[in-house]
C-alpha cells in the first residue's frame, strides 16, 4: 500500500533535511523530494528595556512532555538566583495534567506562567526575551517559533533534535545542546548570564527568514517543473 502511494505522487515536500532523511527512510526514492523551509509575513521588532544583570528567557509553544518545557524549568534550578527569569508563553488548558505537574516543579523558582498570546502581539512577545528556549524532546521538523524568534531579533538556545540544528549554527545563531540535559543547557545560559556581550553578538548574527512572497515565487517553479516532469529532485533553500 505505501508504494503505491509513493508511486502517486509526484512529490514530496519536506521542510527540514532532516524529515527528508525520514521520507527516504520510508522508501521515497530521493529524486522524488524537495526541501523547502517554510516562508513567513514579516514580524516587527519591539525590544523591552532589559532589567540589569538579569537574563530573560522566553519558551513559546505547546506545553506538552515532547516539547521539554520541563527540561527548562529543571535547568532553572542550578543557575545563580537573580540572574535569571523565565516566561512559558502556550495555553495552560491544553494538557492540564502535565502544566499543573509544571507548575510544580516550577515552585520557588523564577518562572511565570503567561498563557497564550495571539500572532499579533508576537513582536510584542518576543520583545521581552533576551534569548528563546526551544527544549524539544522529539524530532522537530522546522519549529516556527526559530523563525519568529530570528525575525524578531532574538537569539535561540535549542536542542539536537530533528531540523532544530539546521537552523541554528552553533554559537553564531545561538546556542546547542544534547536534549534532555538539563545540566547542558544549564551550561549554555549560564555561559550568558557570566557574559551578556555574547547576547548582542549572537543576535547581530541572526539569519534573514524567508517571505512569504519568495516562498510563493518557489512553489510556482515547482509547481511548473512538476507539470513538465521536470528535474524535481535539487533543494529549494
Avoid: C
Amino acid at each position: 500500500m505505501l508504494g503505491k502511494v509513493i508511486d502517486a505522487v509526484d512529490l514530496f515536500v519536506a521542510p527540514s533535511r532532516a524529515l527528508a532523511a525520514d521520507f527516504e527512510r520510508f522508501g521515497v526514492p530521493p529524486e522524488k523530494i524537495r526541501v523547502s523551509d517554510y516562508g513567513f509575513a514579516p514580524l516587527e521588532r519591539s525590544r523591552s528595556p532589559r532589567p540589569p544583570s538579569r537574563l530573560r528567557v522566553g519558551f513559546v509553544g505547546t506545553l506538552v512532555w515532547h516539547k521539554g518545557a520541563h527540561v527548562l524549568v529543571e535547568a532553572v534550578r542550578g543557575l545563580p538566583p537573580g540572574k535569571i527569569e523565565v516566561k512559558l508563553f502556550g495555553d495552560l488548558q491544553t494538557f492540564p495534567d502535565y502544566v499543573a505537574r509544571l507548575q510544580q516543579r516550577a515552585e520557588g523558582l523564577p518562572v511565570r506562567f503567561m498563557g497564550a498570546f495571539d500572532r499579533e502581539d508576537a513582536a510584542a512577545i518576543y520583545g521581552q526575551m533576551d534569548v528563546l528556549v526551544v527544549p524539544s524532546l522529539w524530532p522537530e521538523n522546522s519549529p516556527l517559533v526559530i523563525h519568529e524568534a530570528f525575525m524578531a531579533g532574538v537569539p535561540v538556545v535549542g536542542s539536537r533534535m530533528g531540523g532544530i540544528p539546521e537552523l541554528l549554527q552553533h554559537d553564531r545563531h545561538g546556542l546547542l545542546y544534547e536534549a534532555f540535559s538539563e545540566e547542558q543547557l544549564a551550561s549554555a545560559l549560564l555561559g550568558l548570564i557570566e557574559e551578556p556581550g555574547r547576547l548582542a553578538r549572537l543576535a547581530a548574527a541572526l539569519p534573514a527568514v524567508k517571505s512569504l512572497e519568495q516562498d510563493a515565487r518557489e512553489w510556482e517553479a515547482i509547481y511548473a517543473q512538476v507539470q513538465a516532469g521536470a528535474g524535481m529532485g535539487a533543494s529549494a533553500s
